[in-house]
């Protein structure tokens, strides 16, 4: 099956016309919002190897480090030069304008923070995740992790991901994580200290619901009652209660060296500046 990404906004009217089988190759559109797609179609083509998330991954299983990082820069700045360049400029949308640059933006950070994660998966023999050098995060301001305008591309869902498991491992001395409910506290904490609003409702409900069975049930309760409480639209919050409302409820026996629960009131988030988090 082929498919192509479309950017539609309220009053758009596109007509395509295409060979079946033959999609990308060639179709053509006509219609309002028609400038905004061809310009999307033609970005993608250009540079559809730097979005193939497959294709990246294999890459930077064989590039060192440092080498990944001028690769990352050299495609960011071809992608910039794209934009700046295209003829057509003048006749796309801002939003549609917004969206190309926060892909390729978000296309240098998530590639960066995936790098160790990935390569310390590629086998259970490897205990540790190699930290970035420092040099390469000197201008990455954690703070501004958390993006609204960028919720709807792909590149920063993406990166929210390794974002958070990158300095979930920090705060696990870099130490790959034994059990999932570690992993899962330490993530929760990340997610709590930087992202805001739709990231945080976003990276911690996909958390769950990717891995919620295998977290204990009182962890996923703490995390699922931050989500329902700052999810005002309720649009997270119900998807985690329908797949774990029954496992939020399992009391399991407590651990023979008797530690706190995440949902007991003496129990303390300690968050990346050694400081409780509330």
């Known amino acids: 099956?082929?498919?192509?990404?479309?950017?539609?906004?309220?009053?758009d009217d596109i007509k395509l016309n295409f060979v079946s089988g033959k999609l990308s190759e060639t179709i053509a559109?006509?219609?309002?919002?028609s400038d905004n797609n061809t310009f999307l179609l033609k970005f993608m083509a250009d540079f559809k190897d730097d979005f193939n998330k497959q294709l990246m991954e294999d890459k930077m299983k064989t590039t060192g480090v440092d080498a990944w990082e001028m690769l990352l820069f050299d495609r960011k700045d071809k992608m910039k030069n794209y934009l700046k360049n295209?003829?057509?400029?003048?006749n796309i949308a801002e939003q549609c304008m917004m969206y190309v640059q926060n892909q390729i933006n978000y296309f240098y950070y998530n590639n960066l923070f995936s790098y160790p994660i990935t390569n310390a998966n590629r086998s259970t023999s490897i205990l540790t995740v190699s930290p970035l050098p420092k040099t390469m995060l000197e201008s990455f301001d954690k703070n501004a992790a958390s993006n609204d305008m960028a919720m709807y591309c792909e590149q920063y869902r993406n990166f929210l991901t390794f974002f958070v498991t990158y300095y979930a491992s920090e705060m696990n001395g870099?130490?790959?994580?034994?059990?999932?409910?570690?992993?899962?506290?330490k993530k929760y904490v990340v997610a709590k200290e930087y992202l805001h609003g739709e990231p945080f409702l976003y990276y911690l409900s996909q958390f769950l619901l990717d891995n919620g069975e295998k977290v204990n049930p009182e962890?996923?309760?703490?995390?699922?009652?931050d989500v329902d409480g700052e999810d005002k639209n309720k649009l997270y919050a119900p998807l985690i209660k329908e797949k774990f409302g029954k496992w939020?409820?399992?009391?399991?026996?407590?651990?023979?060296?008797?530690?706190?629960?995440?949902?007991?009131?003496d129990y303390k988030l300690i968050g990346l500046?050694?400081?409780e988090v509330s």
């Open 1 to 11: 099956s082929q498919s192509i990404a479309l950017f539609l906004q309220d009053g």
């Open 174 to 185: 870099f130490n790959k994580f034994k059990d999932y409910n570690t992993s899962a506290v």
């Open 29 to 33: 559109m006509k219609g309002r919002g």
């Open 273 to 275: 500046n050694g400081k």
């Open 248 to 265: 939020m409820n399992t009391k399991l026996p407590k651990d023979k060296e008797g530690k706190l629960d995440i949902v007991s009131p």
């Open 86 to 90: 295209y003829d057509g400029k003048a």
């Open 219 to 225: 962890t996923v309760k703490r995390i699922y009652t």
